[in-house]
Nanobody, 123 residues
Framework: QVQLVESGGGSVQAGGSLRLSCAAS????????MGWFRQTPGKEREGVAL???????SYANSVKGRFIISKDNAKNTLYLQMNSLKPEDTAMYYC?????????????????WGQGTQVTVSS
């Protein structure tokens, strides 16, 4: 059974930084598209940043220039460096994975999910 375990969430003031980690087990992260999604109560889950198995990255417009997604294949771990955080970044953040080359922003297309880690940004 594939497992994804997020960590690194917390509370921070606006303008601050956090680094999220997602440890993957029972699959090889280098062969999967992986990404970070976030969700707030009453809203649909949205894609934040994706990294294809070849290493190509993409970002939602709302986080472009502030967030950086990366992957350490040797450690089978996905990261999200979040800088210049804003109150609107407050959400539960989830790590997700799907096999293959395609890396869509539609959360329904992802097969595996972590349990989520809460990020709260105060003004």
């Amino acid at each position: 059974q594939v497992q994804l375990v997020e960590s690194g969430g917390g509370s921070v003031q606006a303008g601050g930084s956090l680094r999220l980690s997602c440890a993957a087990s029972r699959f090889t992260a280098s062969t999967y598209c992986m990404g970070w999604f976030r969700q707030t109560p009453g809203k649909e889950r949205e894609g934040v940043a994706l990294i294809a198995r070849a290493g190509t990255t993409s970002y939602a417009n709302s986080v472009k220039g502030r967030f950086i997604i990366s992957k350490d294949n040797a450690k089978n771990t996905l990261y999200l460096q979040m800088n210049s955080l804003k109150p609107e970044d407050t959400a539960m953040y989830y790590c997700a994975a799907r096999p293959g080359d395609s890396c869509p922003y539609y959360w329904e297309r992802y097969d595996y999910w972590g349990q989520g880690t809460q990020v709260t940004v105060s003004s």
